[in-house]
């Protein structure tokens, strides 16, 4: 699926994941972060590849159901904008 930059500022396109990266001011933000991000994940029951290195997080998305991208990657990334206010 491809992905125009308006349904999802911010997010990369790229290898069949619809992916992001954040950098916080500390560990404990970053950690916060990733928990409202599980509430999400459950919320949708999409649950995203992910890392977290101190402060840093990355998200990618796909389905692998559908093989690539899916709309709900897409409403999975929405929230994520939401939550962080963008």
Do not use: K, Y
């Not at 994941?17 to 916060?32: C, I, P, Y």
């Not at 290195?53 to 899916?70: K, Q, Y």
């Amino acid at each position: 699926m491809d992905v125009p930059d308006a349904e999802v500022p911010g997010w990369e396109n790229s290898a069949g994941f619809l992916s992001r990266e954040w950098t916080f001011r500390d560990f404990s933000e970053a950690f916060g972060f990733m928990t409202r991000v599980a509430l999400i994940a459950e919320q949708l029951h999409h649950h995203p590849n992910w890392t977290n290195t101190w402060n840093h997080v990355t998200i990618a998305l796909t389905s692998h159901d559908d093989g690539g991208i899916s709309e709900l990657c897409v409403e999975f990334a929405q929230r994520v904008n939401r939550l962080l206010g963008e």
